[in-house]
T-cell receptor, first 115, second 113 residues
Framework: SAVISQKPSRDICQRGTSLTIQCQVDSQVTMMFWYRQQPGQSLTLIATANQGSEATYESGFVIDKFPISRPNLTFSTLTVSNMSPEDSSIYLC????????????FGPGTRLLVL | DAKTTQPPSMDCAEGRAANLPCNHSTISGNEYVYWYRQIHSQGPQYIIHGLKNNETNEMASLIITEDRKSSTLILPHATLRDTAVYYCIVRSRNTGTASKLTFGTGTRLQVTL
């Protein structure tokens, strides 16, 4: 597997502000993904973070709300912009490829509460 | 990717085997069966995956029926720390690409004393 870290682990934010979440993995990976898990719900894929090009977003998610960066093969960021209480969720990154082959491994998640 | 059906919840006594079923009747030939679990509010943990042969690792065994329309995850000696939501996911693995994981509602396994 891989060691995947996320920062921050949790945060409480005011509505209208933005938060950037970082995901770092200890080996080079081909794919990085961002998921959202709303309270009491299952995981939903937000987007695939592509190295060197724009992220690929799933239906219902847009770049203006969730801009993503992936500057190299071990790091990605997700920004939750102009937050509202409905954005309160756990945000998770996952990685795949490289020595991990074709199995996805998940980070510990970032717990976000928007007031 | 094919849809999966799992029971919403199951109980298991500590020390006994936990057998978690999953139906995936529309699975296609190039789709694998993956199992993950999520222990309260942590990131999902990969358990095991398989195509058509039974698989075993240090965590669990995966039994896939011959027609591949269903599978069972077996935790041979469940402990309290195995209490979690278990997700069965069917996913294609085309060479050179990665298809997304589509999480359903999973099975909430409660291991009791």
């Amino acid at each position: 597997s891989a060691v995947i870290s996320q920062k921050p682990s949790r945060d409480i934010c005011q509505r209208g502000t933005s938060l950037t979440i970082q995901c770092q993995v200890d080996s080079q990976v081909t794919m990085m993904f961002w998921y959202r898990q709303q309270p009491g719900q299952s995981l939903t894929l937000i987007a695939t973070a592509n190295q060197g090009s724009e992220a690929t977003y799933e239906s219902g998610f847009v770049i203006d709300k969730f801009p993503i960066s992936r500057p190299n093969l071990t790091f990605s960021t997700l920004t939750v912009s102009n937050m509202s209480p409905e954005d309160s969720s756990i945000y998770l990154c996952s990685v795949e490829g490289g020595i991990l082959q074709e199995t996805q491994y998940f980070g510990p998640g970032t717990r976000l509460l928007v007031l | 990717d094919a849809k999966t059906t799992q029971p919403p919840s199951m109980d298991c006594a500590e020390g006994r085997a936990a057998n978690l079923p999953c139906n995936h009747s529309t699975i296609s030939g190039n789709e694998y069966v993956y199992w993950y679990r999520q222990i309260h509010s942590q990131g999902p943990q990969y358990i095991i995956h398989g195509l058509k042969n039974n698989e075993t690792n240090e965590m669990a065994s995966l039994i896939i029926t011959e027609d591949r329309k269903s599978s069972t995850l077996i935790l041979p000696h469940a402990t309290l720390r195995d209490t979690a939501v278990y997700y069965c996911i069917v996913r294609s693995r085309n060479t050179g690409t990665a298809s997304k994981l589509t999480f359903g509602t999973g099975t909430r396994l409660q291991v009791t004393l």
